[in-house]
């Protein structure tokens, strides 16, 4: 069986690194966070009304699909439950990955071979997204954890 070196364990860099971040970001929310239904109608933005800011680049972040803190929370648990256990049985039937296995046959059994010949580049591109995405993930959580305290503290989630 091969063994990670304990190089690769602690590059802050590395895709396991970024995973575990989220992750136990995620898992800190989940424990922080005791009763979720008092996340229900609490919006998003802060209550001074400032728009989120990414922290890379000081730009407003998309305006996300969640109306509240209670949506956004189940939105970081299911994600991080897919990276955990793997992605389940969607309602189209089967798993996402045997979907998109069926949707690629046609592409590479109809002769697009060139598409496939920059599987490095396809690698690259992925993993880039891959890690925006997982850190912004982590700031988010983050983020819903310490309102949350912030908010049970002065009390005004609560009715």
Not at 74 to 93: A, F, P, Q, T, V
Not at 116 to 127: C, K
Not at 149 to 158: A, D
Request: some cysteine.
């Amino acid at each position: 069986m091969m063994q990670l070196s304990s190089d690769t364990q602690c590059n802050k860099h590395s895709l396991l690194n970024v995973m575990n971040r989220f992750i136990a970001a995620a898992n800190n929310m989940d424990e922080t966070i005791m009763v979720p239904s008092f996340l229900r109608d609490v919006p998003l933005e802060d209550q001074d009304g400032q728009a989120s800011v990414s922290p890379n680049n000081n730009e407003p972040s998309f305006p996300s699909k969640q109306r509240d803190m209670y949506e956004h929370y189940l939105l970081l648990k299911s994600i991080k439950n897919d990276m955990e256990w793997g992605l389940l049985k969607r309602e189209m039937g089967g798993s996402f990955l045997e979907m998109t296995v069926k949707h690629e046959e046609p592409q590479v059994n109809g002769g697009a071979a060139e598409e496939g010949s920059d599987l490095e580049g396809q690698f690259h591109y992925h993993l880039h997204g891959l890690f925006a995405v997982l850190s912004k993930l982590t700031v988010q959580a983050d983020h819903l954890t310490n309102r949350y305290k912030r908010e049970i503290g002065g009390g005004s989630l609560l009715r």
